[in-house]
């Protein structure tokens, strides 16, 4: 109860304006009881000059807390009375009826919330308030709108709130009216107004208004496809991004040593419920650092699926080096086990993590267009991650013996370079990165047992298709495919679109067995 008492005195907005006034018993009475229409029409004139009073009856109406007693009408909250013209304690009788809000009526009410929200000192509030009146905006409501427009102090809220206005005007009997909305609305880049404009187009009459509607509808839809496209685009980066960390690891156990890893996915699984371990740690032990626990999960996430792969290629897989059926089908077992130990400690339902409130929420571009934050900040990781590891494939130590070692093993050995060690640190990075795969996806959904086996082909083909051994051709490879999965995704749904990246990927290899970027060197003429 205490937070439906918070509820009802946080949508208690005043309005700070003149000819505001409380509301009456009576307009309490035919706003609670009647005909849908005849109490719309008084609910919108008492919304017109509304005060705290009146915001606060709407809300209890809302919320079913209002109930009809033989002529009066009262609010009901902790099992008490109150008068909802003075607000005052009212004793409760024993018969009294429950107010009937159909959908219609519910519908005008959260409209009418809405458009009293506008005078929120929060702006988070008013910007929600202004996305819910997009659609539901009508003339009734036009000086309440008119006098929060004259009042904001935000330029960008502003510039939505007169969006919210123009919407409002369309609807008006006013013909001038109704064309000065179609000329204020072609700037818009929000979908609903698309759908304002055609519910009026089905309505209007005039030809005149008519045609300048239609007009102002093929340039919001022109401004709609635009953000389409750029959604298309940015999704196809944040997916080529997560095929790219995903695929980072498999070009290293892969497309370096040769090892055809079908446990990938699960040493990416490994760093996902690691991250998982670390969330349940901080939530217990350290709640007030919450927000820093992703931190703490990157380092934890890599160190355990590193020390995972490092222990299956010295337990199995330096023992198959040079059989690649065999390889595969002992990773495809040691998958099969991993699993099943996972579903032992953790049970077969996924786990949720939960993003930090600093990943939460997103970057508005366009109307139709929003950059989430988790999105972006994965997008950010990949790009770390990729150069981490040419710098440290390119510029380390541990890298050149890494390429000595795959390029050439007896000469490797020859100058003194354990190459059994090398094999080691090499699998364990490249299990690493899984395990940083698996951190970062962690973010965009809930992590379980199966979660490697949705990436393990798409990765293999990132690899395949960019050049075995090659970083580069990795990068242009996951992109091109997150880029184009995610266009093909808008014409053909995401079953063909599968299906037509694979077959393209097949004709490409058939037509270049290399890949997108060739190796060179002995290791290519072996």
């Known amino acids: 109860m205490l937070g439906h008492l918070i509820r009802l005195t946080a949508c208690a907005i005043f309005l700070i304006a003149c000819n505001a006034h409380s509301i009456t018993a009576d307009e309490a009475k035919a706003i609670a009881s009647g005909e849908a229409d005849a109490r719309i029409e008084v609910l919108n004139k008492a919304v017109a000059t509304a005060d705290d009073k009146t915001a606060a009856f709407l809300q209890a109406l809302s919320d079913d807390a209002v109930k009809v007693a033989a002529d009066a009408v009262l609010v009901i909250k902790d099992g008490k009375g109150y008068d909802p013209v003075s607000g005052a304690e009212v004793p409760v009788p024993d018969v009294f009826e429950d107010v009937m809000n159909n959908n219609r009526m519910r519908g005008e009410l959260d ?4 458009a009293l929200k ?15 009146l997009q659609s539901d905006a009508d003339e009734s409501k036009l000086p309440l709108i008119e006098k929060a427009f004259a009042a904001e102090q935000n330029a960008q809220i502003k510039e939505q709130l007169g969006l919210v206005r123009a919407a409002a005007l369309l609807n008006s009997a006013d013909k001038a009216k109704r064309l000065e909305a179609a000329k204020l609305l072609s700037s818009s880049t929000q979908a609903n107004t698309k759908t304002v404009l055609l519910a009026r187009l089905a309505q209007e009459t005039e030809p005149d208004v008519k045609s300048a509607l239609q007009s102002t509808l093929r340039q919001v839809e022109a401004s709609l496809a635009w953000g389409d496209r750029l959604g298309a685009i940015f999704s196809g980066i944040s997916l080529g991004s997560i095929l ?12 370096l040593m040769g090892v055809i890893n079908m446990a990938h996915g699960e040493l990416m699984m490994i760093g996902a419920y690691a ?25 934890v996430a890599f160190l355990a699926s590193a020390l995972m792969g490092a ?14 059926l065999e390889t595969l089908l002992a990773t495809w077992g040691i998958s099969l086990m991993l699993q099943q130990l996972v579903r032992s400690f953790f049970g077969a339902q996924n786990v949720g993590v939960e993003n930090p409130s600093w990943m939460s929420g997103g970057v508005q571009v366009l109307g139709n267009l929003s950059l989430p934050f988790n999105r ?31 390029q050439n093993r007896p000469i490797a050995a020859c100058m003194g370079v354990n190459t059994a060690r090398i094999d080691t640190y090499a699998f364990a990075l490249g299990s690493g990165i899984a395990g940083l795969a698996g951190c970062a996806l962690s973010q965009v959904g809930n992590v379980g047992p199966d979660l490697g086996q949705g990436y393990i082909v798409d990765s293999f083909m990132v690899v395949v298709l960019g050049g ?14 997150g880029i184009l999965n995610k266009f093909l995704e808008g014409w053909t749904g995401a079953v063909l679109a599968k299906i037509a990246v694979l077959v393209f990927i097949i004709i490409f290899i058939q037509k270049r067995p290399q890949g997108i970027f060739a190796m060179k060197g002995r290791s290519a003429e072996a």
Request: overall charge positive; hydrophobic content about 55%; cysteine-free.
């Open 111 to 114: 409209s009418a919330l809405a």
């Open 118 to 132: 506008l005078f929120s000192k929060d702006e988070k509030t008013r910007i929600a308030a202004i996305k819910q």
């Open 244 to 255: 790219l960390l995903v695929a980072l690891g498999l070009a290293i156990t892969y497309g």
């Open 275 to 299: 991250t998982y371990v670390v969330q349940a740690l901080f939530q217990k032990y350290l709640p007030g650092a919450f927000d820093w626990y992703l931190l703490a999960s990157v380092p």
């Open 311 to 324: 222990a299956l290629e010295r337990s199995v897989i330096r023992f198959l080096y040079g059989r690649p």
């Open 376 to 406: 972006l900040v994965i997008v950010g990781f990949a790009v770390f991650v990729l150069l981490a590891v040419a710098w440290l494939i390119g510029r380390t130590r541990l890298g050149l013996f890494v390429r000595g070692v795959t």
């Open 468 to 481: 075995v051994g090659q970083l580069a051709g990795t990068v242009y490879a996951a992109m091109g495919l």
